[in-house]
């Protein structure tokens, strides 16, 4: 089965600093598409970033950006500047050639003030 | 625009009863998924429509589920003799496709489902 891993269940950050959250993947596929998606208490998966693989340039959006190192398939998400309204449950993705999304885990991120 | 949509938003059932969960995509979004995310096991695909092709019913978990795309936009997913582990939040989610169906999927809000 080719999987999602996202090793940490839990991790925290006081606001305003930076954290990372891990996602390793596997496939057999070379062109396939990576996300990280967002889900709050409300249950919306919200998009948070999405990458190429294809594409050697890592991914940013404001205050996200990831790391992709794709030799190593490990998909990184940074978030700088932590605020309150971060706190989620975040979930790495990928997709491919069949369409479907594979999903890791998830990772409860809390934000301490 | 109006982003993907799901009702009902929670859903209360006894065992053995059907169940019906509508989704309405994005407007001009011609593929649709359904996912299912339960504690023990995490976010799975169900079913994929694309346009007027033959769906993709690989990820259903028995025949007790069905769903169904009309006229290429809203679509039905029915539970049938419902049970206690289809308690879950059902997702669905659009993306443009088929070109573009490794493109972006947005996601509704869900319907939580449990069966008593």
């Known amino acids: 089965a080719q999987t999602v891993t996202q090793s940490q269940p839990e991790m925290s950050v006081q606001e305003a600093e930076t954290v990372t959250l891990s996602c390793t993947y596997d496939?057999?596929?070379?062109?396939?598409?990576l996300f990280w998606y967002k889900q709050p208490p409300s249950r919306q998966m919200i998009l948070v970033i999405r990458q190429e693989a294809y594409k050697q340039q890592n991914a940013t959006e404001n205050r996200f950006s990831v790391n992709f190192q794709k030799a190593a398939k490990s998909f990184s998400l940074k978030i700088s500047d932590s605020q309150l309204g971060d706190a989620a449950m975040y979930f790495c993705a990928r997709g491919g050639s069949n369409y479907k999304l594979t999903f890791g885990k998830g990772t409860l991120l809390t934000v301490n003030p | 625009g109006a982003g993907v949509s799901q009702s009902p938003s929670n859903k209360v059932t006894e065992k053995g009863k059907d169940v019906e969960l509508r989704c309405d995509p994005i407007?001009?979004?011609?593929?649709l998924y359904w996912y299912r995310q339960s504690l023990g096991q995490g976010l799975e695909f169900l079913i994929y429509f694309q346009g007027n092709s033959a769906p993709d019913k690989s990820g259903l978990p028995s025949d007790r589920f069905s769903a169904e795309r009309t006229g290429g936009s809203v679509s039905t997913l029915t539970i049938q003799r419902t049970q206690q582990e289809d308690s879950a939040v059902y997702l669905c989610a659009s993306s443009l496709g088929p070109r573009q169906d490794k493109e972006t999927q947005y996601f509704g809000p869900g319907t939580r489902l449990l069966v008593l």
């Open positions: 407007s001009g979004h011609t593929a």
């Open positions: 496939t057999s596929e070379s062109d396939y598409y």
